[in-house]
């Protein structure tokens, strides 16, 4: 299947197709985003002077600003790898010729579709003090545990994370599997590898463009549980899982746009950086491979 | 052999039938609860929500909340409670409604466009421009959020949805997605129709639309999931109570108003919950494009 440019000269076509989408996009994104990058290096939105860099200087010696960008890091760190181990093993599982696998395949979809605040009831009468979790610990003789405010608060929210995102990584993670044609598993076999070197061999080589996108969706997935951690324990939760997003929220409500659009940039320049990168190491595997 | 490949098949399916329960108890308990009468939540979920009884003692363990699938006695009372009694429930799905329906039309429209010019036509720009759409699609919301919300409220547009509606209509991510979709689509019959003597726009209604209409069920789909569940941009732009969408109300409710708090919760999924398993293979497809590189 050829899919090439086409040949004759529709430049201006292109553009009238593009305009209303173009138009939304510098409007409600584009600009904004500038407008962004100038407010964080100015002292004031309106009428403000340039400062330059003092903004993020101020910021990166604000000791919240440090915590929730060390959670956030942290967090990502934790719940990234593991999501793409367990959803690895799960796609690996469906990826056999086992019972009932379509329904498996919808009912670990099921979260991703469900909205947060429909199940959030549920995650607090699980995880709180008198909650069913410490009445399981309680009947095994330990004493309860205070989940969401003790450090354990990050395990809460790494579990709802998990809850809610392997399903998305299966899918991928499934599709690519099925996209490995059969004969370089026969082709193995016939050399005599093992099941283990057929894993390391093939599946995990030839998976790897697509656990590099589920790396990208991960990442950006963990900034998103913002959403379950604020339903969970407002704006103010425990000190461990208070993130950027609380962090960025806060300084709004609190005005203070300066530390608001310093830190988003920070974010933003991270996030750009580890796509950037993600995309050359992955393209230079996937050349390797060809 | 063929008996250790059993016990490995009965093994593998044992792992992913606990998985199947964990993922889909949650919603489980969600859904059977909304038929208990509120003096059988108040026994169950009292230790959690009742603050006053909160203080735990170790002698007593029914000091502790817990999850019962079935209800005593099956009641719609909450049911009643919500839709009938009181009003404000109804308000904010209408809201809910009012917010993401223009902007799963809004975007289908516009990204469908967009999507068809990114994939088949040549045009100066083109690849940087995708790529931006791209960095765009993945900043959290809160890196727009200033701007954003001083533009809102030059244009007079705070405290109405529209403040939501229209960065809802523009976002990227329907062209991120539908472009992979159209790329699939074989030059060869774009060339036809050109010889037939067909206008692009033709082109455009006769062979793209329609060759990419599961791409764009599959789109509809993400994006309606997607913006039926926000949070974070009505907690910004809508204070007005009376204006929020369902997904605010709810984390209100939790306390107090435990008589309905079930019911609501499941009324506010069954939308999607619906969509879902009518439209599950869209999704699915869904998904899977956003996995293919572009």
Redesign the interface.
């Known amino acids: 299947?050829?899919?090439?440019?086409?040949k004759?000269?529709?430049?201006c076509?292109?553009?009238l197709?593009?305009?209303?989408?173009?138009l939304?996009?510098s409007?409600?994104?584009?600009?904004?985003?500038v407008?962004?990058f100038y407010?964080s290096l100015v002292d004031s939105?309106i009428n403000g002077t340039f400062v330059g860099l003092h903004n993020y200087g101020a910021l990166l010696k604000n000791p919240s600003f440090l915590s929730a960008l060390a959670n956030t890091a942290r967090f990502t760190l934790i719940c990234v790898p593991l999501n793409m181990i367990l959803s690895l093993g799960?796609a690996l599982?469906?990826n056999?010729k086992?019972?009932?696998r379509n329904?498996?395949?919808?009912?670990?979809?099921?979260?991703?579709?469900?909205?947060?605040?429909?199940?959030?009831?549920?995650?607090?009468?699980?995880f709180?003090?008198?909650?069913?979790l410490?009445?399981l610990i309680?009947?095994l003789g330990y004493p309860?545990v205070d989940w969401m405010k003790t450090s354990w608060s990050r395990m809460v929210v790494l579990v709802v994370y998990l809850?809610k995102n392997i399903?998305?990584s299966v899918?991928?993670f499934l599709?690519?599997l099925q996209n490995i044609p059969a004969e370089y598993y026969e082709a193995a076999r016939i050399d005599g590898a093992s099941r283990r070197q057929e894993f390391f061999r093939i599946t995990l080589i030839y998976l790897t463009?697509?656990t590099f996108?589920?790396f990208?969706?991960s990442i950006?997935n963990s900034?998103?549980v913002?959403?379950e951690t604020?339903?969970i324990s407002g704006e103010y939760p425990y000190n461990s899982i208070y993130m950027?997003?609380h962090y960025?929220?806060n300084m709004?409500m609190a005005l203070d746009?300066q530390k608001?659009?310093s830190a988003?940039?920070i974010?933003?320049v991270f996030?750009?950086a580890v796509?950037l990168l993600l995309f050359i190491v992955e393209r230079k595997i996937t050349n390797m491979i060809n | 052999m063929n008996r250790n490949h059993r016990i490995k098949n009965i093994l593998h399916i044992t792992v992913l039938l606990v998985l199947a329960v964990i993922f889909i108890f949650p919603l489980a308990v969600t859904v059977t609860n909304s038929f208990m009468s509120e003096q059988e939540i108040a026994d169950n979920y009292d230790p959690v929500t009742d603050k006053n009884l909160s203080s735990y003692n170790d002698n007593t363990a029914n000091h502790f909340a817990r999850f019962q699938l079935i209800p005593d006695v099956v009641v719609l009372k909450q049911y009643y409670n919500v839709l009938i009694k009181k009003t404000q429930f109804l308000f904010m799905f209408w809201n809910s409604v009012l917010i993401t329906f223009p902007i799963v039309i809004g975007q289908t429209i516009v990204a469908t466009l967009a999507a068809y010019a990114f994939a088949k036509l040549k045009f100066r720009g083109r690849n940087f421009l995708f790529f931006l759409y791209i960095i765009v699609m993945l900043m959290p919301f809160q890196v727009t959020l200033v701007p954003n919300y001083l533009m809102a409220g030059q244009l007079g547009l705070l405290n109405s949805h529209w403040s939501i509606i229209f960065p809802g209509i523009f976002s990227t991510f329907g062209v991120f997605l539908l472009k992979q979709y159209m790329e699939q689509i074989p030059d060869s019959y774009i060339e036809a129709a050109r010889v037939d003597g067909a206008n692009q726009l033709q082109i455009f209604l006769k062979i793209i639309v329609p060759m990419s209409r599961s791409g764009i069920a599959a789109m509809a789909i993400l994006v309606f999931i997607d913006n039926w569940n926000m949070v974070e941009q009505p907690l910004i732009f809508l204070q007005d109570a009376a204006k929020q969408p369902l997904s605010l109300y709810l984390s209100r409710i939790i306390d107090g108003e435990k008589g309905l708090a079930f019911a609501a919760s499941t009324l506010y999924m069954l939308p999607v919950l619906l969509n879902f398993l009518y439209a599950e293979k869209y999704l699915l497809e869904g998904i899977r494009l956003s996995g293919i590189k572009g």
Not at chain 1, 17 to 22: E, I, R, V
Not at chain 1, 27 to 33: G, H, I, V
Not at chain 1, 113 to 126: D, Y
């Open positions: 299947m050829r899919t090439g440019k086409l004759t000269n529709n430049g076509l292109a553009w197709f593009l305009g209303p989408s173009l939304g996009f409007l409600f994104y584009l600009l904004p985003f407008t962004g407010y939105p799960v599982l469906l056999q086992i019972q009932g329904l498996f395949r919808t009912i670990m979809i099921t979260p991703l579709v469900v909205p947060v605040a429909s199940v959030v009831l549920v995650w607090q009468a699980f709180d003090l008198n909650g069913v410490n009445s309680h009947a309860p809850w399903g998305y899918i991928l599709a690519g463009p697509t996108f589920v990208v969706i950006i900034f998103k913002f959403r604020y339903l950027l997003q960025m929220n709004f746009y608001l659009t988003a940039f974010m933003a996030i750009v796509v």
